[in-house]
């Protein structure tokens, strides 16, 4: 096993009832002016708004407001907040919602301390934002479980004509605090909450799926969270508002990330199925955790055809998390596969590229852009030819 730092300085308050903590808990870390961040308005709807605004009040803090965060975080919400921060001598971050409105306080965050352009402060697809020195303090309120940007250090945001993602990442930028409730998810579209459970569970996969090694402890907590994915998920289908089956979703979500820990004493995590996935996102605007689950199947099956000397690792995949009862490697492997998307096909994900609204004429280019920073892959390389070969075994 490689050597390693482990931490996780973010504090979780999980379950219900727990924004009682907030006012107090801002003014425990320095704040007294709040930038409250959030998406499209639905916790307006839903009552956590209302709430949130009661605890900022009983704990006299002011607050100016910052709405609209899109899904695929725009660079233009993140250069909106900077000055919104700086104009009204803001001095903490409140970020409410799912994962765009947390990863794009997460790059507020960073600018606002940074005299530079933000554009400055990202890295491509991974590696730490060295530039980053210091950062606004930042608490989340998760809405949506899916991105683990409640309990880790980095964000993604969408930049340019191009709509190409950039990376910011950096230890600072883990949460002060998480609130953590449940009960916040029962209104999410039934869509987005799926694609949320298929985002965990490429999170998880991502880390798994590297050279068999040592790390034995990180692999098998891995399997029994992903166990927990494929077994809660369908329970949120059958009733949105089921608290156990939310409350396992959400904290599989945060776990799935925290402190990068299923990864950790493994040669690196480059996480190619999100850097071929930000492309279709970039491309159509497409959720996130649809991306993986269109690509994961093709990804798996083209890696154990180019490099079957690490057909284990997916038959260990198979028999220890999709209960595959089947001794020949190769033969698990493939039985898992289909184990996996009939799990996608069950929480309503698209069956492949074309049914999502993919244009074959584009794949090329996504592939292209794609590897653009250099190829993808740990198991094997991903170059232009490789990422084309997968998005078209995925059409």
């Known amino acids: ?53 009661d605890q900022l009040h009983k704990a006299g803090l002011a607050y100016v407001e910052l709405s609209g965060i899109q899904p ?35 790059a507020i965050a960073a600018g606002v301390k940074y005299e530079g352009q933000v554009h400055d402060l990202f890295v491509d697809e991974s590696g730490i934002s060295s530039k980053i020195t210091a950062v606004a303090p930042l608490a989340t309120i998760l809405t949506m479980a899916g991105t683990g940007s409640e309990l880790d250090m980095g964000g ?3 930049v340019g004509e191009d709509h190409k993602k950039k990376v910011v990442l950096h230890p ?11 009960e916040y998810t029962y209104t999410v579209p039934e869509y987005h909450s799926m694609a949320g459970g298929a985002d965990i569970l490429c999170h998880l996969m991502e880390q798994y799926f590297t050279p068999e090694g040592a790390a034995k402890v990180q692999d098998r907590m891995n399997e029994g969270v992903m166990k927990a994915v494929l077994e809660e998920a369908p329970k949120i289908l059958a009733d949105p508002k089921d608290y156990d089956a939310r409350a396992n979703i959400m904290w599989a979500s945060s776990m799935a990330l925290a402190g ?45 055809s180019t490099a079957p000397e690490h057909l284990p690792v997916f038959a260990r995949f198979a028999r220890n998390v999709m209960d595959v009862r089947e001794d020949d490697d190769a033969k698990a492997a493939e039985e898992g596969v289909k184990k996996l998307e009939t799990f996608y096909s069950a929480i309503k994900m698209p069956a492949n590229l074309r049914e999502a609204g993919v244009k074959e004429e584009d ?12 190829n993808l892959g740990i198991l094997t390389s991903l170059g232009k030819d490789e990422v084309l070969q997968i998005m078209r075994m995925a059409f």
Not at 21 to 43: D, F, N, R, W
Not at 80 to 87: F, L, N, P, S, V
Not at 293 to 302: D, K, N
Not at 363 to 374: D, F, I, R, S, T
């Open 1 to 53: 096993m490689n050597n390693f730092i482990f931490s996780i300085p973010t504090i979780a308050y999980f379950g219900k009832g727990q924004i009682e903590i907030l006012g107090e808990t801002i003014k425990t870390h320095g704040g007294s002016k709040v930038l409250l961040a959030y998406g499209g308005g639905s916790i307006k709807q839903n009552g956590i708004y209302g709430a949130i605004l």
């Open 363 to 374: 794949l090329a280019v996504m592939a292209e852009k794609a590897v653009e920073n250099g």
């Open 172 to 182: 600072l930028l883990n949460p002060k605090f998480s609130i953590l409730d449940p």
């Open 156 to 158: 993604v945001i969408t």
């Open 72 to 106: 695929n975080p725009r660079i233009e919400s993140v250069e909106e907040g900077i000055a919104t921060y700086r104009e009204n001598g803001c001095d903490f971050i409140l970020a409410v919602g799912g994962g765009s409105t947390l990863d794009a306080c997460k």
């Open 260 to 304: 990068f820990q299923f990864v950790l004493g493994k040669p690196g995590f480059p996480f190619p199925l999100h850097g071929m996935g930000h492309e279709l996102s970039s491309k159509y605007d497409m959720t996130h955790g649809v991306t993986l689950a269109l690509l994961t199947p093709s990804w798996m099956r083209h890696t154990m």
